[in-house]
């Protein structure tokens, strides 16, 4: 079955850094491969996602690459500011034509910006 | 449009007894996603739909759980004779997709959050 882990349960940087979050996953080749934010007692909310053909993909200070020979996926942060403070779930989307469709998400890293 | 809503919010309930979520999502979606999250945990997929149809289920909907989602509308999730492992937040997720083709973006409710005592 597939399996999908994120690097690290919780990361804490100081305000200003780059955050980087890390996603490997097993077993399994994604179309593509999504990141959400989710802040507590709420549900995700979708940031930005990379297809399988893609190395890299911006988006304000957000930045995330695709490695399919690595299985990984990086998810960077720029410019780290304390509301940046949240849940990072990376989530793998299958899509090739399927009727499922459902996402696998990864436990998810809790990062913490302090001032 | 408000999103997806899904309600209660928070359920406090005794083992044994029934519980019934509603999730209402983005008119405009043909895809519902009922997904369970434990604390430090996430998302674990439970069941989906199709417009009225309900095309996957996983393992972990055992049978004392069951979702509705008539007309195709709103969806409803069922949990019979509850146990304290059943306690858990329940999401709601809706998407656009057709022909199976595309990335599945979920747009999630804030989630039914369920305590089972």
């Known amino acids: 079955s597939q399996k999908i882990e994120q690097n690290s349960e919780a990361l804490n940087i100081q305000e200003g850094k780059t955050a980087t979050l890390t996603c490997n996953y097993t077993?399994?080749?994604?179309?593509?491969l999504q990141w959400y934010r989710q802040d507590p007692g709420r549900g995700p909310v979708f940031l930005l996602l990379i297809r399988e053909n893609e190395k890299e993909k911006r988006k304000e200070r957000l930045k995330v690459t695709f490695d399919t020979t690595l299985k990984q996926s990086l998810f960077h942060i720029t410019a780290s500011q304390p509301a940046d403070s949240a849940t990072y779930l990376c989530a793998l989307d299958p899509d090739r034509g399927s009727t499922l469709g459902r996402l696998y998400f990864g436990r998810g890293t809790q990062l913490t910006v302090w001032p | 449009d408000t999103g997806v809503s899904q309600d209660p919010r928070h359920k406090i309930t005794k083992r044994g007894q029934n519980v019934t979520f509603r999730c209402d999502p983005i008119s405009e979606h043909n895809r519902l996603y009922w997904y369970r999250q434990t604390l430090g945990q996430g998302p674990e997929f439970l069941t989906y739909f199709q417009n009225e149809a309900q095309l996957e289920k996983s393992r972990l909907l055992s049978d004392r759980f069951s979702a509705e989602r008539p007309k195709g509308s709103f969806s409803t999730l069922e949990i019979q004779r509850t146990e304290q492992g059943d306690s858990a937040m329940y999401l709601c997720a809706s998407s656009f997709l057709t022909g199976g083709y595309g990335a599945n973006v979920l747009t999630f409710g804030a989630g039914s959050r369920l305590t089972v005592l």
């Open positions: 077993n399994y080749s994604p179309a593509y």
